[in-house]
C-alpha cells in the first residue's frame, strides 16, 4: 500500500515551457486535491475532485488545468509556467470512511526561472 | 473567503517546556483538523475534532475545539525535539470536504 504517490519529486522549468504532475493513490478514494504550499502562505487548494469525473476549482486555479483520469490518477497540468507558480505542490485524497482524513503525497518541487 | 488566523507563526522552546497553539477564525467549520508536517514530506493528520467543546488527547497533545466551532488551539506538554515541526490547522466546509489551512506554526524545540 503506498499511499498517494506523486511525480517528479523536482522540476525546473523556463518560463513558458509546460509539463504534468502526476499523482496517483491506492486506497480506493472518491476525493483528490491539489495544493501548492509556499513560504508563509500556508497550503492553498489549487483544483480538486469530487469523484471520478468531476473537477472543480479551488482557492487558486488560474494557470492550471486538472485531469481525473480515473479513480486513482489526478493530474495537475501548468500550459505555460510562470515564475509565480515556483511552489511545492501537494497532491492529496480523501478518506470520507472514517475521519474524513486527507492523506498527503511526498510533494513536487517546482522552480520555474 | 474563510480565513484561518494561526498563532504563533515561529516558536522555539526549550525541551520539556510547556506551548499552546492558537488557530482562529470568525467562520464555522463543521470540522477542525490538526497536521504535522516535515521538511520535504507532506502533512500527516494528527486529529480531528468535529463537535463545539470537544477535548482530544494524544499523548502529551491536547487538542481543543471551541464551542462555537470557529476556534481551535493544541497544547503540547514536556516539549520533546521530535515535536519539532510545522503544525497546521484546517477547517473544513462543505459536502467536497474542501479544506482551508491555516499558514502553519514552526516549532523548533530545543535539547
Known amino acids: 500500500n503506498a499511499g498517494v504517490t506523486q511525480t517528479p519529486k523536482f522540476q525546473v522549468l523556463k518560463t513558458g515551457q509546460s509539463m504534468t504532475l502526476q499523482c496517483a493513490q491506492d486506497m480506493n478514494h472518491n476525493s483528490m486535491y491539489w495544493y501548492r504550499q509556499d513560504p508563509g502562505m500556508g497550503l492553498r487548494l489549487i483544483y480538486y475532485?469530487?469523484?471520478?469525473?468531476?473537477?472543480d476549482k479551488g482557492e487558486v486555479p488560474n494557470g492550471y488545468n486538472v485531469s481525473r483520469l480515473n479513480k486513482r490518477e489526478f493530474s495537475l497540468r501548468l500550459e505555460s509556467a510562470a515564475p509565480s507558480q515556483t511552489s511545492v505542490y501537494f497532491c492529496?485524497?480523501?478518506?470520507?470512511?472514517?475521519?474524513?482524513?486527507?492523506?498527503f503525497g511526498p510533494g513536487t518541487r517546482l522552480t520555474v526561472l | 473567503t474563510q480565513l484561518l488566523e494561526q498563532s504563533p507563526q515561529f516558536l522555539s522552546i526549550q525541551e520539556g517546556e510547556n506551548l499552546t497553539v492558537y488557530c482562529n477564525s470568525s467562520s464555522v467549520f463543521s470540522s477542525l483538523q490538526w497536521y504535522r508536517q516535515e521538511p520535504g514530506e507532506g502533512p500527516v493528520l494528527l486529529v480531528t475534532?468535529?463537535?463545539?467543546?470537544e477535548v482530544k488527547k494524544l499523548k502529551r497533545l491536547t487538542f481543543q475545539f471551541g464551542d462555537a466551532r470557529k476556534d481551535s488551539s493544541l497544547h503540547i506538554t514536556a516539549a520533546q525535539p521530535g515535536d519539532t515541526g510545522l503544525y497546521l490547522c484546517a477547517g473544513a466546509t462543505g459536502s467536497n470536504y474542501k479544506l482551508t489551512f491555516g499558514k502553519g506554526t514552526l516549532l523548533t524545540v530545543n535539547p
Open positions: 475534532v468535529v463537535t463545539g467543546g
Open positions: 492529496a485524497s480523501r478518506d470520507k470512511s472514517s475521519t474524513d482524513t486527507q492523506y
Open positions: 475532485s469530487a469523484s471520478e469525473g468531476t473537477t
